[in-house]
């Protein structure tokens, strides 16, 4: 009878250790968003005190980022994470933060050591923006996790009297998360864009971008005005621009959400501003 209990002692024992692995919740995730949020702010502010480390922190945060939203797709679709696959992912956000404001560097085999040649020429650097339109309609009620979509570059990036990316290079992005608006606890519809390839001239290159900034802008893909450079959208007038896109909020990582108790909805001819989160070698 003593072996019997302690044997049920165990198994009952297992299983609440095992329920409090899988107790990870929304608002779990939502933590780890804002913890990435907040060490994309640590990490812009390095920049300015060591570049190439930021440049290093960065193409991990992108990498964390993407695991985050990886949770959070996994717990919609299979309403369970491990807290172990939390709690890791939690530690690895607040080491990054602690590198980015100047704590203890991690050993050196953590991180592959930095190329100290000089940038390239045909290199367009972390942080760049370009200002794109968008080719089709994206909204938060309709659209699936996975699905594709297109934007085109509305003005020409030139670096040293050269070229780069010419006016109407394909900019590709993926949803990477859904939200519809509902009644419910989720009020406003939310939609995570990530941009992942670039096509200038025919060759296809693999890129991390971020969505910044949403603005109105007009159908017609053909009104371009050449040479205007990075960040092509002056004053809010550019090729049928009308300025910001009310009712849109944008926080970090790409999350585009709706005001409460609506829809995202991106029409065809949105312009969006987008920021490279690594740098980018153009074959030429």
Not at 63 to 89: F, H, N
């Amino acid at each position: 009878m003593k072996a019997l209990f302690i044997t049920m002692a165990v198994l009952v024992g297992s299983a609440a250790s095992a329920l409090g692995q899988t107790q990870v919740t929304s608002a779990d995730i939502q933590r780890l968003q804002d913890g990435v949020y907040d060490a994309s702010g640590d990490v812009s502010r390095l920049r300015d005190r060591d570049g190439r480390l930021a440049d290093s922190l960065q193409r991990e945060l992108d990498d964390l980022r993407d695991e985050v939203i990886y949770l959070k797709v996994k717990l919609r679709k299979e309403s369970k994470v491990s807290r172990a696959e939390y709690a890791d992912l939690r530690d690895r956000i607040d080491r990054l933060r602690t590198e980015a404001r100047g704590g203890p560097a991690r050993a050196s085999a953590s991180r592959p050591a930095v190329n100290d040649a000089r940038i390239s020429a045909t290199e367009i650097p972390v942080g760049t923006e370009f200002d794109v339109r968008l080719q089709s309609r994206l909204n938060s009620g309709t659209a699936l996790v996975e699905d594709r979509f297109d934007a085109t570059t509305l003005a020409a990036y030139e670096r040293n009297g050269r070229i780069l990316v010419p006016a109407g290079s394909v900019l590709r992005g993926i949803v990477s998360a859904v939200t519809p608006a509902s009644r419910g606890i989720n009020r406003r519809g939310e939609l995570t864009l990530v941009f992942d390839r670039f096509t200038i001239e025919g060759r296809t290159y693999t890129v991390r971008a971020t969505v910044m900034q949403a603005l109105q802008g007009e159908a017609d893909t053909g009104r371009v005005a050449a040479g205007a450079g990075v960040g092509a959208i002056i004053g809010g007038i550019l090729g049928g621009v009308r300025g910001a896109l009310t009712g849109i909020l944008i926080g970090g990582g790409g999350t585009v959400a709706a005001t409460e108790g609506n829809e995202v909805d991106l029409a065809p001819g949105t312009v969006l501003r987008v920021r490279l989160d690594a740098p980018l070698d153009v074959v030429q």
